[in-house]
């Protein structure tokens, strides 16, 4: 079993909580999921046809990707009548997924290094710790 890596105490998250919010980007981790979550985001549920119909996809493929979501615990189904509405479980997660897409919409130029000030005392050129 893959454990968490330490997290430093700036961050304030422990290694479960790391490892959770690995969880939770695994599900994400696949395009179909991702638009599952976009459509939900911007219309709160969707029955599976509609989202069938707004994916162009077939409908045992999103059936597929809902039950992922839906064991990661990102979605819950409604029955009503013959059809079953989803939608997110926390806001949160379409936020994740809104703000990842923005990052990757910025064009190339825009994604460069952060520059290091003059005084931090990062690593030494040969890798090792600053003392």
């Known amino acids: ?21 690995s969880s939770l980007l695994s599900a994400l981790a696949a395009p179909m999921r991702l638009s599952i979550v976009a459509l939900l985001t911007a219309h709160g549920s969707r029955c599976v046809h509609q989202l069938v119909d707004e994916l162009d996809a077939p409908q045992p493929l999103v059936s597929q990707h809902l039950r992922v979501l839906r064991a990661a615990g990102l979605v819950v189904g409604e029955r009503r009548h013959r059809e079953v509405h989803y939608a ?22 825009r994604a460069r290094p952060v520059p290091v000030d003059e005084d931090d005392t990062g690593c030494a050129e040969d890798g090792t710790a600053p003392r």
């Open 1 to 21: 079993m893959v454990t968490a890596a330490p997290v430093p105490d700036a961050v304030g998250a422990t290694a479960d909580t790391v490892q959770a919010a």
């Open 88 to 109: 997110l479980v926390d806001p949160h997660v379409g936020h994740i997924v809104r703000d990842a897409l923005e990052h990757v919409s910025h064009p190339a130029e």
